[in-house]
């Protein structure tokens, strides 16, 4: 999809960190779009954030509420009919031992980050074949790519993504459907200070490496340029956290898994 003007994209978690430099940097492509996230009023401070918020509308959603986003979507068949591009942003992480943390942690993990996300993405499925044309972006993670601790249960639902949206890849191999696996490392947003604990409550501090991480407008120009160029998989990021890592845990697996073992990932 190399021209972005006067397309639709549809971004989920639009109401602050990676979704919000989305929306600003596709808004400046000449972009239409429609914010979607949980909270009304972080949506509407990305509009207004926007040279002419005329072109956006807002669409509250929460991906972990699936009768409520069954119905929602339901009700906005003409709206997804517009939709040219997905984002799919929203999500939420994890920071807790494995033998600590609560069931209830892995089940809202999944029901946001992927269970969500694939309803969603199957509404959109049916849109984009009914219009011959679209293209799903997905914001997972390098903990999608390999196991990370303290995030076992982030990690397992980004990799239930890639599982889910590769195998679509192979299905839609002779449309025009485009699927983007955008993989970052470390990026400075609120994701550590929002992400779960052991007992399902916010972490509520920023992890150093977050607070180092790329700006969410660097990534958000990569991911227009990745879309553009129709990228299968993109990895983003420092380069140790991401290419490297990822290069090392495929090529030598045990050496990875030593390394990955005494690291520190906070």
Not at 1 to 22: E, H, P, Q, V, Y
Not at 239 to 250: G, H, I, P, Q
Request: with cysteine; hydrophobic share 40%.
């Amino acid at each position: 999809m190399k021209n972005l003007d006067n397309k639709t994209a549809w971004i989920t978690g639009a109401g602050s960190g990676i979704g919000r430099a989305l929306a600003l940097a596709m808004h400046k492509e000449g972009m239409q779009l429609i914010l979607s996230g949980r909270k009304r009023n972080k949506l509407e401070e990305t509009k207004a954030l926007l040279d002419d918020p005329l072109t956006a509308t807002i669409l509250v959603l929460d991906l972990e509420q699936h009768d409520e986003l069954e119905a929602t979507l339901n009700q906005q068949k003409e709206l997804l009919s517009r939709v040219d591009i997905l984002v799919n942003n929203a999500g939420i992480s994890q920071r807790s031992l494995t033998k600590d943390t609560q069931f209830s942690v892995y089940k809202r993990l999944m029901d946001i980050n992927y269970l969500g996300t694939v309803k969603l993405s199957l509404h959109m499925l049916d849109a984009f074949t009914k219009k011959g044309s679209g293209h799903f972006v997905n914001i997972s993670s390098s903990a999608g790519k390999f196991g990370v601790p303290l995030r076992t249960g982030y990690s397992a639902s980004k990799f239930a993504l890639h599982g889910f949206f590769e195998g679509l890849r192979a299905e839609l191999k002779d449309t025009t459907i485009g699927i983007t696996m955008v993989c970052p490392g470390f990026i400075n947003t609120d994701i550590s200070k929002n992400a779960l604990t052991a007992d399902g409550k916010a972490q509520g501090t920023m992890d150093q490496a977050q607070a180092n991480g790329m700006k969410p407008a660097q990534l958000s120009a990569i991911v227009i340029r990745s879309i553009k160029a129709n990228k299968a998989e993109v990895l983003v990021g420092g380069f140790k956290e991401t290419k490297l890592a990822v290069w090392v845990s495929r090529i030598f697996p045990s050496v990875f898994r030593k390394i990955i073992a005494n690291s520190a990932v906070t």
